[in-house]
């Protein structure tokens, strides 16, 4: 024992201390993370929350006095906002829905079929994610406007749809691939249609996959400004919308409403995300482990 | 008898038809401030000229409000349409040339059939630039004429009296640049280099002028080199900011209500922000005055404007033109100047209602009086700001020399406005 001491102890030693420097060095870039995320946030928030003279001085002041002036202000001088936020609320809900839908059924399809079409189409579904959204409203405007769908919750909650729907459908279809596919053999033996194979098996099992979808699209179609901005007038005009009239550029930005808006449209994706985080990190890395 | 009888049984219809008259909507596609303009907003002192107009007529006003950029390409969009709901929007002047002014409605019938009171009244080179190949395509409503502003408080504090004249101001600028105790440099003079409007204001003092009314180009004028090369000079110096090229007006607004900034180019209506109790720390210290050149009583002053015009395909031009009659009477134009709008009408700085509320109204009534447009109505006008500032930028940041970038920018510019022709 005597002699294998000196060697046993000073190893130990200096393992214990490689661990101590990696966890502090794991804590230091994990804080730096947090802080490099969460600082913009905080200041948003924080910065809503005082006088007008207050936030932009430099040194700022640590502590003072809270004022909820600009929420007053984004809703007697902005008072278009509250209800663009409805509309907002219902555009992205709308979107959601419909693109999970059909992203479901289409990522059933390209898991369990094959043929030539389809592995076609998978090339066609990618290209059309490489399109950038203004040169698709070009030819969109005066359809949309002969089909009389412009400024409607209708329009918006299709566009946004049809451009998640390729991304959902990848993901649903890397999901529904880890689904064993004598699960869906046992269900036809027991009389189950397709339908009902993908409905009662398929989905429940593939729950996760919808969810990492929905928050994608969620939080997609809550902040989209584009299309809204060309579809949209009055009736369907949603919350970005109203933010970015307040970054004004003829009269200059109110900031302290500008970081109040800005507060209101992020706390609903927000608590979202942060409720919904496990979900959306299984979206990020589906299909990146085999197995 | 019988005349009377019938006469008085149309009345009747009529009134009953008028009163059975369901309410008709007028869009309106305007920026904030041509809202608040026309109705006052939420101000306290509210003059709801637009809205008085709408109950008079039975007409529910469906205004859409946009930023500059957005709302121009909204504008545009709507306008290629068969139809649009879209019944009268403001343009900007830099968006009022001939390719543009082909979708909007000639006004002259409307306007003969129902004159606008006073038209000569509107200041002569603001209707010149909204008249299109003799036809008048818009009708000026809002400018926005640059001024002098500058913080009479630091220049108490540093000893320096307000200049007179360019040479006065060059050199008050550069005394008043310093770096504050705790750190904070203080720039002498601020502009927003990120856009044309204000380095042109800059660089008109000199006696510079970028394009000429008849489309001539004067990039390589002696005027414009020795402007350019004043600009250079204090970057280096650091009277101008060292991020001069990407200072928006957000920062301006920012650096003068910190006193960051001494004097400042901006339009006189900028004096009510800055002297904002509630946001600025030298509150009724900023003041307003003409922009100086070194010729004794002559003012520079750059304008840009805000016109209304009828989209050529709207449905209702007689309404839209009847709105358009009532915000620019002498009197609407009046009471929009007391909701923060600037009176296209050089009379309306003598109304006594303005000279109270507005200390800078004489002032400003100076700087319209010498004012000229930044870049005239051509199709390549939007180009012509980008090759402006692209040269300029060039310049200020010592990558050219100020003789190449204006002969850079006269070769670029001629070639612009031939293909535009």
Redesign the interface.
Known sequence: MTDLAPFVVPNLAARRASALVRSIVRTFLFGLIVVWSAFPILYVIVSSLK???EI???PPDLLFTPTLEHYVSLA??WNGYFATLGNSLIVAVGATILACAASILSGFVYSRYTNRLLAGSVLYLIAIRLLPPIVVTLPL??LV?ALKL?DTHFILIVLYATFWVSLCTMIMKTFIDKIPRTLDEAAMVDGATTLQTLTRVIFPLALQGVAACAIFVFIFSWNEYLFA??FT??HAKTAP?II??V???????N?GVLFAGVTVQLMPVTLLVIFAQKFLIAGLTAGSVKG | MLKRILATAMLVAMAGTAMAQEPRTL?I?S???HKTAATG??LATAQNIAGEWAERNNVTL?W???????LH??LL?EM??GET?VDLAVVLNTRVVPSVARLLEPLDDLMAANPIEDLEGISKGLLDATAIDGKRVAIPYRH?TNAMLYNKAILDERGIAVPTSLDELLAAARAATHVREDG?RVHGLIITAETHVTPLQFLSAFGATYIAPDLSVHANSPEMIAGLTELAKLHQEGVIPPNATTYS??EL??TMR?GRGVFAINPFA?YT?LN?P????YPGQINAIPYPTNVAGKSAANTEFWSWAIPGNSTQKELAYDLIRELSSKEATVRAALNGNGPVRPAAYDDPRIIEKLPYAAAEAVGLRDASIAIPAFDGAVEATALFIEEMHGALLGLKTPEQAAADLQTRTEALVAKSK
């Open positions: 006088s007008q003279k932009f001085k430099f007697t001088t405007f005066p406007d412009s901005l060309i007038t009055q919308l970015s009239e970054m004004d550029s003829v009269s200059g930005t900031w | 869009t596609i920026h904030n401030v907003g939420d469906n859409v409000t946009l930023d500059i950029g957005p390409d909204r969009r290629s349409l709901s926005a904070t007006l957000d607004i920012a910190e900028r922000a904002d509630a946001a600025s720390l």
